[in-house]
Structure formats: C-alpha cells, structure tokens
C-alpha cells in the first residue's frame, strides 16, 4: 500500500481479555518494527522482524505480548490477558533498508478498562 | 547500549525567529540520526536523516539539523519558525555498524510557535 497501514485506529477492552493488533507494513519493506508510545513520552521499541523472523523481541515487557509476521508481510501483537498499564498507543513502522527512515502508522490507542 | 537526550521538554519561540530543538545522542559505533514530528492525533512523521557526508542536513519544511561528531549532537534548527511548525518532534539514531537495527527515540521536544 502507499503508507504503513494499522487496525484498528482505537481499541476498547475489558481488562482480562485479549487483543491482536495489525500492521499492514509498505509493500516491499523488510523490516518492521512495534513500538509503544505512551502520552508524553516517545516511543519505546517492542520487537521487530526483518521478513517474517523475528530478529529481536527484548523490548516485550512480559510473555503476554507476541508478535508475529508469518508470510513477511502483514505483522499482528498480541497481547494476552490485558491490564489496564497496557493502555497506550501502539505504533507501527517499516523500513525499506538499513539506512533509510522508518515510516510509520497512525497507530492503534488500545484503553483498557 | 545506544541512546538520545532531548534536554528541552518545551521550546517556544515567537513566529518569525529562529528556533533549534536540541538532540544529543550515544551509540558504541557511527550513528545514523533522525528528526520526526508528530501532530495532534497523527503519526509521526520524517523530517530529515544524517548517513553520511555533508554535516548539515536539509530536510523537509524549511528544517535542517547539524551533525556534530564531537559533541555528540544532531540539534534541529530553522531560520524563521511558523506558527504551523508547532507540534512534538523526536530525535532517533541507529548504530550504523551492524548490530542492532533499531531506533531509538527521544522523549520528545514540545515546539511552540507564537504568533
């Protein structure tokens, strides 16, 4: 597609419940990277793939985040059992090379209640 | 472990004057540098990158940024600020000699542009 497309654009849930959040990344683009932003703050990597490995995931904070990109193209983060300090925007962005930008989403607000 | 300070948690300068938004940053090998900008409820968006080559890097809208080795820094500077240029802006760099190949992001400058 022309830009970094994410679904959905804002997400309600019951604490406890589960969410899967999509990126759709530029076609052609190698990596792609999840960050989480809180208000205020700039954005804190997650994980990121280059094709459909997942090259690093240090940034998940516990094991009920995932993430996976199984053909190399769209990724999903899951996030299991959601507490309402996961509340924030999730942000999506790829790159098409090692030294050119990151193009992001407009990001998924994810509120849990 | 690479890493960006932004100092400023907020800048404001009259519409008209020049403005620089400050970014120093830490990374074991060369860095590769970034300026974003975030508008109210939008993604952020590239400004401009240094990879290589010449210090002072232009980019979009006006905005340019000078990479300096030695003080480790990648400051945003434009010569007559508009009051349209108000918004969150974030510095990144990438450690350029292999290993990770992730961003790491500032916190953020707020910039406000007074009429």
């Known amino acids: 597609g022309a830009g970094v497309s994410q679904s959905p654009r804002y997400k309600v849930t019951k604490r406890g419940q589960d969410v899967a959040l999509r990126c759709d990344p530029i076609?052609?683009?190698?990596?792609l990277y999840w960050y989480r932003q809180a208000l205020g703050q700039g954005p804190e990597f997650l994980t990121y793939f280059n094709y459909e490995a997942q090259q690093d995931k240090s940034g998940l904070p516990n094991d009920r985040f995932s993430a996976e990109r199984p053909e190399g193209s769209i990724s999903t983060l899951t996030i299991q059992r959601t507490e309402q300090r996961d509340s924030a925007m999730y942000r999506c962005?790829?790159?098409?090379?090692?030294?050119?930008?990151?193009?992001f989403g407009q990001g998924t607000r994810l509120t849990v209640v | 472990a690479q890493s960006v300070a932004q100092p400023e948690d907020q800048v404001n300068v009259a519409e008209g004057n020049p403005l620089t938004v400050k970014c120093t940053y830490s990374?074991?090998?060369?860095?590769?540098l970034f300026w974003y900008v975030q508008y109210p409820n939008r993604g952020l968006q590239f400004l401009l990158k240094y990879i290589t080559g010449d210090n002072l890097v232009k980019g979009s809208y006006g905005f340019e940024a000078e990479f300096n080795k030695s003080q480790t820094s990648f400051h945003l500077k434009k010569p007559s600020a508009l009051v349209s240029d108000s918004a969150l802006y974030f510095c990144?760099?990438?450690?350029?000699?292999?290993?990770?190949?992730?961003?790491?992001f500032g916190r953020g400058t707020s910039l406000i542009v007074h009429p």
């Open positions: 076609s052609g683009h190698v990596s």
């Open positions: 990144a760099v990438r450690d350029a000699s292999g290993g990770s190949y992730i961003p790491t």
């Open positions: 990374v074991s090998g060369n860095p590769y």
């Open positions: 962005a790829s790159t098409g090379g090692a030294n050119t930008e990151a193009f």
